[in-house]
C-alpha cells in the first residue's frame, strides 16, 4: 500500500507517471507540429520558388544571345608550318585558352583536323595512334574516328569538339572551335 | 506537389544542359517552364491548406 502512494521512478530519475507497461510516456511530443502537413507544403512552395527563380539568369543569358547573336571570335593562332609535319604525324597545342589542349592531325598532304583532346568521357587526354589510324584514350580505351571525331569505341559517346583550320602562307592557322552539338 | 518538385528538378537540369551545348531556345523553354511550375505549386499550396482549414472547422 505504502509502495503504490510514492512516486515512482525509473532508473534514470525520471518519473514514471502510470503504472504501465508500454512505456509510451516517455516519447517526446513537444516538437510534432514542426513538421505537420500545412508547413512541409510550405517548404515545397518555397523550394519550387527557389527554382524557378534559379532559372532566371540562364534564361536571361540565354535570351541576350538570341537577341544578339554575336558569334563567339576566336583568335587566329599560328600551329605549324606546313614542312614541320609530316602526313600522319600529329601535334598538341592549346587553342584558344592556355588550358584547352588539342590535337593537330596532319592525315595527308592537304589534309588536317583539329580536335579538342579532353576525352569527352572523363577528360583524360586524347592522343593520336598513327599505328591505329584513330584518336585514342588511353583511360579507358576509347577510340575516336579522327575524320570527324565521332567516338567509335570505348566508353565516350560524344565526340571531339573539332577546331576550324585554315591553310595560308606554308602554316596551318587555327581560325575558330566548331560549334558543338551532340 | 511532389511530382511539381521533380518537375522543377528536371527542368532545371534541361536548361543548364541546354545552356551547354548553347541551345539557347531550349533554354528559354525550359526556364519558362520552371518559372510556370511556380504559381501551381503555390496553387496546390492554397488549395491543401483551405482544405485543412474548412476540415478544422
Redesign the interface.
Known amino acids: 500500500m505504502m509502495e503504490q502512494d510514492q512516486e515512482k521512478r525509473d532508473r534514470n530519475g525520471s518519473r514514471v507517471p502510470y503504472d504501465e507497461d508500454n512505456y509510451t510516456h516517455n516519447i517526446r511530443k513537444d516538437n510534432e507540429r514542426n513538421l505537420d ?2 508547413s512541409f ?2 517548404t ?2 518555397g ?3 527557389v ?2 527563380i ?3 539568369p ?2 536571361a ?3 541576350k ?2 537577341v544578339n547573336p554575336s558569334k563567339r571570335t576566336y583568335p587566329v593562332k599560328k600551329l605549324a608550318a606546313l614542312d614541320a609535319m609530316k602526313a600522319g604525324d600529329a601535334i598538341e597545342f592549346v587553342y584558344p585558352g592556355e588550358h584547352d589542349t588539342a590535337l593537330l592531325v596532319r592525315l595527308s598532304d592537304q589534309e588536317f583536323k583539329a580536335y579538342h583532346n579532353a576525352c569527352t568521357h572523363l577528360k583524360c587526354p586524347v592522343f593520336w595512334s598513327k599505328e591505329k589510324d584513330e584518336l585514342v584514350c588511353p583511360c579507358h580505351h576509347g577510340l575516336f574516328d579522327v575524320h570527324t571525331g565521332k567516338p567509335t569505341a570505348g566508353p565516350p559517346r560524344r565526340p571531339l569538339p573539332e577546331i576550324e583550320l585554315s591553310i595560308e602562307n606554308g602554316a596551318v592557322y587555327a581560325t575558330g572551335v566548331k ?4 | ?2 511530382f ?2 521533380l518537375l ?2 528536371v ?2 537540369q534541361q ?2 544542359n ?2 551547354f ?2 541551345q ?2 531550349k ?2 523553354v ?3 517552364l ?2 510556370l ?2 504559381p ?3 496553387w ?2 492554397r488549395r ?2 483551405n482544405v ?1 482549414d474548412e476540415g478544422e472547422g
Request: proline share 0%; no cysteine.
Open positions: 502537413r500545412r507544403l510550405k515545397m512552395a523550394a519550387a520558388g527554382f524557378a534559379s532559372t532566371l540562364w534564361g543569358i540565354a535570351a544571345y538570341l560549334r558543338y552539338e551532340a | 506537389m511532389s511539381v518538385l522543377h528538378i527542368f532545371t536548361v543548364v541546354a545552356f551545348y548553347e539557347y531556345g533554354v528559354l525550359f526556364a519558362g520552371n518559372v511550375m511556380f501551381v505549386a503555390l496546390i499550396y491543401e491548406r485543412r
